[in-house]
T-cell receptor, first 114, second 114 residues
């Protein structure tokens, strides 16, 4: 069964600090891994998407890594801002005849405090 | 990218009634997806809606409870029928970009059943 596990479930950090969110997956056949940011009351918004051959990808202060051998990914947030307070969802895509099948992690709820 | 307009953004409904959620995309897409996100949880796929054919429902979701229409390549509706308080959730529609691109989400409909 395809699964995506995220840790920690929730995290509180002070503004300006860095943090790293983890994602472990067992999804096959792997197509790509995505990180989304979901503000309260809003739909998820894409941060990064990585295929099998990509080890790292950055989007501003967000840097995602992917280790396809160990099936792990991380999302590193640098110099956090209050607006980074949100849920971060790791989503792994498997490719089948019908198209992309997405498996969602449970999310990490991040709170950045002043 | 795709811009998705979803409405209503929120509603409070009486139990036993039905609510229809609309999703409009600014480009033609083959498949549209409907998700449910219960409080504090990640997203769960309800069904996949292809234009010109019946929607494909995931385990635990049935057409009588969540009828879906897909009259053309830019529009879909999801109806939550005979609502109970357990149906209180955020409902989101989504489309996929090309292969290996990210999914795009509407802003969600926050449904409260009283």
């Amino acid at each position: 069964k395809n699964q995506v596990e995220q840790s920690p479930q929730s995290l509180i950090i002070l503004e300006g600090k860095n943090c790293t969110l983890q994602c472990n997956y067992t999804v096959s056949p792997f197509s790509n891994l995505r990180w989304y940011k979901q503000d309260t009351g809003r739909g998820p918004v894409s941060l990064t998407i990585m295929t099998f051959s990509e080890n790292t990808k950055s989007n501003g202060r967000y840097t995602a890594t992917l280790d396809a051998d160990t099936k792990q990914s991380s999302l590193h947030i640098t110099a956090s801002q209050l607006s980074d307070s949100a849920s971060y969802i790791c989503v792994v895509s498997a490719r089948n005849n019908a198209g992309n099948m997405l498996t969602f992690g449970g999310g990490t709820r991040l709170m950045v405090k002043p | 990218s795709a811009v998705i307009s979803q409405k209503p953004s929120r509603d409070i409904c009486q139990r036993g009634t039905s609510l229809t959620i609309q999703c409009q995309v600014d480009s033609q897409v083959t498949m549209m997806f409907w998700y449910r996100q219960q409080p504090g949880q990640s997203l769960t796929l309800i069904a996949t809606a292809n234009q010109g054919s019946e929607a494909t429902y995931e385990s635990g979701f049935v057409i009588d409870k969540f009828p879906i229409s897909r009259p053309n390549l830019t529009f879909s509706t999801l109806t939550v029928s005979n609502m109970s308080p357990e149906d209180s959730s955020i409902y989101l529609c989504s489309v996929e970009g090309r292969v290996n691109t990210e999914a795009f989400f509407g802003q969600g409909t926050r449904l409260t059943v009283v």
